[in-house]
């Protein structure tokens, strides 16, 4: 046993080479919210771990498959008095739905559902059933007011799309609170680095390629967010075609926009994981519009045919990979 | 021994060690793996050293099967239902190969970034 904890604490001291001082490092892995959570830190391994605690405890808040959750509650009562930190995440969602206009929408859960990407029971839905399910979406129909939410009949909501990301801005508000220097927050591939590095040079996260198993390059960066949503993600085929898990909330079918994946970067991992579906749903030519509109992300897009868009602000972050998958890299300017 | 030969000796066990330095700087990332079970390190392994062999790793009644053929690691078999950890293939600079159901994760213990998007 022994030997297996210094063998994590080794791992560890890789990831954020020595904090400083006589400050430890520890890291930490878990599985929460479908997937594997690690978390590293200048701290002990006991704060890691109690943030862990947090983590499940918001899961179990969020989660639509936890029996008397918040979002549980929601979906099979119609209506429900919601904890104040739901409330803020579906508030956070909604200003998101808005301001994209519908191309992230957390009501389209039933059809995520009639697909079969909450279970792995995937199959393809007929025309008419997406239809049907269709008419029972529409994110202006979730009414919030204070901490009661409300859903009209036949509806549900799910909150997988900006709940990690708000998750990891939660537990980073915690760190530091913990008095926390530094640390990197990680809710499998939703990432989030806090506090400067401790050896001075930049945080260096990899940016997964959607074509091989390795990466498509690696940014450099000072604390901030990184999220990707790709369609390599929960997916399936039948018939030769691909099924991917981000549903177009116009079309109730996978959003065939021509993309592969969609990296966020910002300061808040909510931010780059709500934008990360939406920009995706979008296409590329809606999604540079909305990003020259915006002054607060910046994003990584690697399309079907092999090209990676990178928006200027990050451009000079950004190192491709000179192994595995070649793209034709294109700057895109405001 | 002449000392002529015992130099000649002695440059060449030095320029071979520093050959050996420099391969190992040049890696992209170290050899040694980690297999974790819920959090936990359950195997620690040299992938230059390591015969091919697989490994079975069972989490509540689930079985993994971890398979090292060459210096490379991969999921050969994995009684869960979404095989994602199988389709993830050998073990690459990128992601770790994680099987959610079972609680698996491999991944290298040196990684040249500090995190993996995506």
Redesign the interface.
């Known amino acids: 046993m022994k030997l297996h904890r210094l063998a994590a604490a080794a791992a560890a001291a890789v990831m954020l080479t020595g904090c400083g001082g006589e400050q430890q490092t520890s890291q930490y892995t878990m599985f929460a919210m479908d997937t594997c959570v690690t978390l590293s830190g200048c701290c002990d391994r006991q704060t890691l771990e109690n943030a862990g605690k947090e983590i499940t405890r918001l899961e179990k808040l969020w989660s639509v498959n936890i029996k008397g959750s918040d979002i549980y509650r929601l979906d099979h009562e119609g209506s429900a008095k919601l904890s104040d930190e739901t409330a803020e995440l579906l508030r956070y969602s909604l200003s998101i739905s808005e301001r994209t206009d519908g191309a992230l929408d957390p009501t389209v859960f039933p059809l995520l559902k009639e697909w079969g990407f909450t279970t792995d029971e995937h199959h393809v839905p007929d025309s008419e059933r997406i239809s049907e399910l269709l008419k029972n979406t529409g994110w202006q129909r979730l009414k919030l007011d204070g901490n009661r939410a409300s859903l009209p009949e036949g509806m549900a909501v799910d909150t997988g799309a900006v709940a990690k990301g708000y998750a990891a801005d939660i537990i980073a508000e915690k760190l530091r609170a913990d008095g926390v220097s530094a640390g990197i927050i990680d809710l499998g591939g939703n990432v989030l680095t806090f506090g400067e590095k401790p050896d001075g040079s930049s945080w260096k996260i990899s940016v997964r390629d959607p074509f091989g198993k390795g990466t498509a390059g690696t940014l450099s960066l000072g604390e901030c967010s990184v999220v990707t949503s790709g369609s390599y993600e929960r997916c399936f085929e039948q018939d030769g075609i691909r099924y991917h898990h981000i549903i177009d909330p116009a079309t109730g079918r996978p959003a065939d926009s021509g993309l592969e994946s969609v990296t966020v970067i910002a300061d808040e991992s909510r931010l780059c994981d709500a934008l990360s579906t939406a920009l995706f749903v979008m296409g590329e030519d809606k999604a540079f519009d909305f990003w020259r509109e915006s002054r607060d992300f910046e994003m990584i897009m690697i399309t079907s045919d092999k090209r990676l868009l990178i928006s200027e602000g990050i451009a000079d972050k950004f190192e491709q990979s000179r192994k595995g998958t070649s793209y034709t890299a294109e700057v895109i300017s405001r | 021994m002449t000392a002529k030969k015992a130099a000649v000796i002695a440059l060449c066990t030095a320029l071979a060690a520093a050959a050996a330095c420099i391969m190992m700087l040049c890696r992209p990332h170290g050899d040694i793996v ?1 297999i ?1 079970q ?5 195997y ?1 392994l040299d992938l230059s050293k390591e015969k091919d062999r697989e490994i079975v790793v069972e989490y509540k009644g689930r079985k993994n099967v971890i398979a090292i053929e060459n210096g490379e690691i991969y999921m050969k078999e994995a009684d869960c ?2 095989h994602v950890c199988i389709h ?3 073990l ?5 190969i ?1 099987c ?1 159901p079972n ?1 698996l ?1 491999i991944e290298y ?10």
């Open positions: 980690l974790k819920d959090g936990r390190v359950i620690t239902p979404d993830t293939g050998r690459s600079g990128g992601a770790p994680i959610l609680r994760v213990a040196d990684r040249s970034t500090d995190a993996a998007a995506g």
